[in-house]
């Protein structure tokens, strides 16, 4: 089994900035993706950023020039920086772990973030 623990959610002013962080640990023997989802209350999850083990990143429109998805490989760790934050980015934020390609993956259990003056 794989857990995630995410962390670094809170409360934050309109144009400030935020830190989130994954680590997955347990029965992990490889990682395709690392990634961000986010759920705000009456709304579907969505795909905030994602970053393969080739590199590659994919960011949602509504976050590019703000966010930035990165990850540390030896500590299975992935990160958020969120800059910038509006008042719509207020949701909670799930870590999500692909093992291979076309598995369902595992989830962490969620943070919220707020942004509100």
């Known amino acids: 089994q794989v857990q995630l623990v995410e962390s670094g959610g809170g409360l934050v002013q309109p144009g400030g900035s935020l830190r989130l962080s994954c680590a997955a640990s347990g029965s992990i023997f490889s990682i395709y993706a690392m990634g961000w989802y986010r759920q705000a209350p009456g709304k579907q999850r969505e795909l905030v950023a994602r970053?393969?083990?080739?590199?590659?990143?994919n960011y949602a429109d509504s976050v590019k020039g703000r966010f930035t998805i990165s990850r540390d490989n030896a500590k299975n760790t992935v990160y958020l920086q969120m800059n910038s934050l509006k008042p719509e980015d207020t949701a909670v934020y799930y870590c999500h772990l692909v093992p291979t390609i076309g598995t369902v993956g595992y989830w962490g259990q969620g943070t919220q973030v707020t942004v509100s003056s």
């Open positions: 970053r393969t083990n080739s590199g590659s990143t």
